[in-house]
């Protein structure tokens, strides 16, 4: 009886597991990525733009002699855009096989979370942006909302992304 | 500011109008103006015809008064059109397609629904003939059309009278007594109006979080109680058509009515007070349309109440103000 408490109670630890997140500011708003997509993080670099790249494409970056696509995320979030300040990022991440960096107001902490401590997003919806979120989280009276890295380009936009 | 606040309060209480037109002739409302008078005769006194039928006539020598200013010729021809129409029969429907003329330009999303002249035939009106001939003879003065028009359709909202048992709305009514307390808020200088029974609570709005790729009526999200509330900007999801960039950024929203059941909150600007009032105090909605949420009108404050399930139902769909469930 004892050892079938046990199993269950690891069990429900196991579904309950404990993710990492980064989390990041943009337009007064916290968003956290999972851990282990991010590579790193970058101060603000100059990003070089890229003739006839697609309009969420900022241009490029050399990092440690590999170039690296950024990402306009306040665009692709449809958000109006905002001046480059002391405090802004760049986020290297790893998705979809690719490494890409993310332009973002700035990043904050790693935070801790349970699955179970992560909401379903309202599900009224219906623009493209809508997809990239896969959950809420309420910690300590402020709202995280989880993004989905993987989501942030469409299958069509990753491939183009590939051949820059 | 008070000018779009008036239009707002009238197309809410036109909205009902227009669309309770075709249901009026199957329920036992009563009627004092002309516009409806003729969907309800067979039902009222003969004083009340004999009223109605004055009335009717009234308005129609003011739009005949002005045949009176032109030559004779005109004059003739004036006479002959009125009588032709009393021939068809369609007095009532002259004040019908004023009203529908007027409500046009707020209306235009909508089909229009006027009630159809097989109505009348099914109801036929018996207006006394002397009163027919005071039509044509009472001239007084002469009036332009476009104020003419404006003068009948000023009666139509003091037709909302009576207690007609509604369809749509039945499950709300089952839930509410014959007399239930409502609370009344605003937004933007409109009224509306929520049954007790179907208020969630009442929060402060504080921290807004909004999401991304939401459509344009979603606030945001509030948490409350370690739960996430769904915000809903009224304005925008009520009348859409009239919130510009200016009205969005004079709305100062100040607290959330929950809807019960749910985690949607509209945001409102005021909370005005709440109030006992009898179920015949409101002009219930008996037809389905394209406003599932909206119950009726109460009809002392002449503003919209509301009908939670059917809201919650569209909210959660994602569904705007004028898309019907399914």
Same mark, same amino acid.
């Given at each position: 009886?004892?050892?079938?408490?046990?199993?269950?109670?690891?069990?429900?630890?196991?579904?309950?597991?404990?993710?990492?997140?980064?989390?990041?500011?943009?337009?007064?708003?916290? +968003?956290?990525?999972?851990?282990?997509?991010?590579?790193?993080?970058?101060? +603000?670099?100059?990003?070089?733009?890229?003739?006839?790249?697609?309009? +969420?494409?900022?241009?490029?970056?050399?990092?440690?002699?590999?170039?690296?696509?950024?990402?306009?995320?306040? *665009?692709?979030?449809?958000?109006?855009?905002?001046?480059?300040?002391?405090?802004?990022?760049?986020?290297?991440?790893?998705?979809?096989?690719?490494?890409?960096?993310?332009?973002?107001? *700035?990043?904050?902490?790693?935070?801790?979370?349970?699955?179970?401590?992560?909401?379903?997003?309202?599900?009224?919806?219906?623009?493209? *942006?809508?997809?990239?979120?896969?959950?809420?989280?309420?910690?300590?009276?402020?709202?995280?909302?989880?993004?989905?890295?993987?989501?942030?380009?469409?299958?069509?936009?990753?491939?183009?992304?590939?051949?820059? | 500011?008070?000018?779009?606040?008036?239009?707002?309060?009238?197309?809410?209480?036109?909205?009902?109008?227009?669309?309770?037109?075709?249901?009026?002739?199957?329920?036992?409302?009563?009627?004092?103006?002309?516009?409806?008078?003729?969907?309800?005769?067979?039902?009222?006194?003969?004083?009340?015809?004999?009223?109605?039928?004055?009335?009717?006539?009234?308005?129609?020598?003011?739009?005949?008064?002005?045949?009176?200013?032109?030559?004779?010729?005109?004059?003739?021809?004036?006479?002959?059109?009125? !009588?032709?129409? !009393?021939?068809?029969?369609?007095?009532?429907?002259?004040?019908?397609?004023?009203?529908?003329?007027?409500?046009?330009?707020?209306?235009?999303?909508?089909?229009?629904?006027?009630?159809?002249?097989?109505?009348?035939?099914?109801?036929?009106?018996?207006?006394?003939?002397?009163?027919?001939?005071?039509?044509?003879?009472?001239?007084?003065?002469?009036?332009?059309?476009?104020?003419?028009?404006?003068?009948?359709?000023?009666?139509?909202?003091?037709?909302?009278?009576?207690?007609?048992?509604?369809?749509? !709305?039945?499950?709300?009514?089952?839930?509410?007594?014959?007399?239930?307390?409502?609370?009344?808020?605003?937004?933007?200088?409109?009224?509306?109006?929520?049954?007790?029974?179907?208020?969630?609570?009442?929060?402060?709005?504080?921290?807004?979080?909004?999401?991304?790729?939401?459509?344009?009526?979603?606030?945001?999200?509030?948490?409350?109680?370690?739960?996430?509330?769904?915000?809903?900007?009224?304005?925008?999801?009520?009348?859409?058509?009239?919130? !510009?960039?200016?009205?969005?950024?004079?709305?100062?929203?100040?607290?959330?009515?929950?809807?019960?059941?749910?985690?949607?909150?509209?945001?409102?600007?005021?909370?005005?007070?709440?109030?006992?009032?009898?179920?015949?105090?409101?002009?219930?909605?008996?037809?389905?349309?394209?406003?599932?949420?909206?119950?009726?009108?109460?009809?002392?404050?002449?503003?919209?109440?509301?009908?939670?399930?059917?809201?919650?139902?569209?909210?959660?769909?994602?569904?705007?103000?004028?898309?019907?469930?399914?």
């Amino acid at each position: 009886m004892k050892d079938t408490r046990n199993v269950a109670a690891v069990a429900a630890s196991k579904d309950d597991a404990v993710l990492q997140w980064v989390t990041f500011k943009l337009d007064n708003e916290t +968003y956290g990525i999972n851990v282990m997509q991010v590579q790193e993080v970058l101060r +603000y670099t100059e990003i070089a733009p890229v003739p006839g790249a697609p309009h +969420y494409v900022l241009g490029i970056i050399n990092l440690r002699g590999n170039v690296v696509t950024v990402i306009d995320t306040r *665009s692709r979030f449809g958000l109006q855009s905002a001046e480059v300040d002391d405090s802004t990022r760049i986020v290297i991440i790893e998705a979809e096989k690719q490494v890409i960096g993310i332009l973002v107001d *700035s990043v904050a902490e790693v935070v801790y979370l349970r699955r179970s401590e992560i909401d379903n997003a309202p599900n009224v919806g219906t623009e493209e *942006s809508a997809k990239f979120i896969q959950g809420v989280s309420n910690r300590d009276n402020e709202l995280l909302i989880l993004v989905d890295l993987d989501k942030l380009l469409s299958d069509e936009e990753w491939a183009e992304l590939n051949q820059l | 500011m008070s000018k779009s606040v008036d239009e707002t309060v009238f197309d809410f209480f036109e909205l009902l109008l227009h669309e309770d037109d075709s249901a009026f002739s199957a329920s036992p409302i009563n009627s004092k103006s002309s516009a409806t008078s003729v969907f309800d005769v067979s039902i009222k006194t003969e004083a009340q015809q004999l009223n109605d039928a004055i009335l009717a006539e009234h308005e129609r020598s003011k739009v005949d008064a002005r045949a009176s200013t032109v030559p004779e010729a005109q004059l003739a021809r004036a006479k002959s059109i009125v !009588t032709v129409s !009393t021939k068809e029969n369609t007095e009532p429907l002259v004040n019908k397609q004023a009203l529908e003329r007027l409500l046009a330009p707020v209306l235009k999303t909508q089909e229009p629904v006027i009630a159809k002249p097989t109505v009348l035939n099914e109801q036929p009106l018996s207006l006394p003939k002397p009163v027919e001939a005071i039509a044509v003879t009472n001239v007084v003065k002469p009036a332009d059309v476009e104020p003419q028009q404006d003068e009948i359709i000023s009666t139509a909202p003091e037709t909302q009278v009576g207690f007609a048992p509604p369809s749509v !709305t039945k499950d709300l009514q089952e839930v509410l007594d014959d007399e239930f307390q409502v609370l009344f808020f605003k937004v933007a200088g409109l009224t509306l109006a929520v049954p007790l029974v179907s208020l969630g609570g009442i929060v402060k709005v504080e921290r807004i979080n909004h999401i991304i790729g939401r459509p344009s009526w979603f606030l945001g999200v509030q948490t409350h109680r370690e739960e996430q509330l769904n915000l809903v900007d009224t304005c925008a999801w009520v009348m859409p058509e009239k919130y !510009t960039d200016k009205l969005a950024q004079s709305v100062n929203y100040q607290y959330l009515v929950l809807l019960e059941g749910s985690n949607w909150g509209l945001a409102c600007e005021s909370l005005l007070n709440a109030v006992k009032i009898h179920k015949s105090q409101v002009n219930w909605r008996s037809k389905a349309g394209k406003r599932p949420w909206l119950a009726g009108v109460v009809k002392e404050q002449m503003c919209g109440i509301l009908h939670v399930q059917a809201l919650v139902q569209m909210l959660d769909a994602g569904l705007g103000c004028q898309d019907s469930i399914g």
